[in-house]
């Protein structure tokens, strides 16, 4: 279910669509950096996902982050560079919230 989720949030294997969460996401990223969206954060991360459909492959489950994954790396580097704790706003908890529906991911 976490692929259909991120591909009903509007990252699809076309692109983001026009109207969704995934196009709120973006502007307002981009808006924040100044124009662009950047390379590892929550936007470009869930697109390239939602494009090949590897969001449960990748550790991202419906049921939380699967041990010794890919998405539980990007957690312990988020975790450190942040102190300890993961921001709300962040790659990893926004990554995780559309795979399990939260956020707009549920249709």
Known sequence: ???QNVRNAGFTSSGIKGGSLA???MSR???GSGGGVHSGGPTSTLQGMGAKG???SSGFTSSGISRGSQASQMMSREAKSHGGGIPRSGTTSTVQSISMGG???KH
């Open 23 to 25: 196009s709120s996401m």
């Open 103 to 105: 956020k707009g991911g």
């Open 54 to 56: 590897s969001t449960h």
């Open 29 to 31: 990223e981009a808006k």
């Open 1 to 3: 279910m976490s692929n």
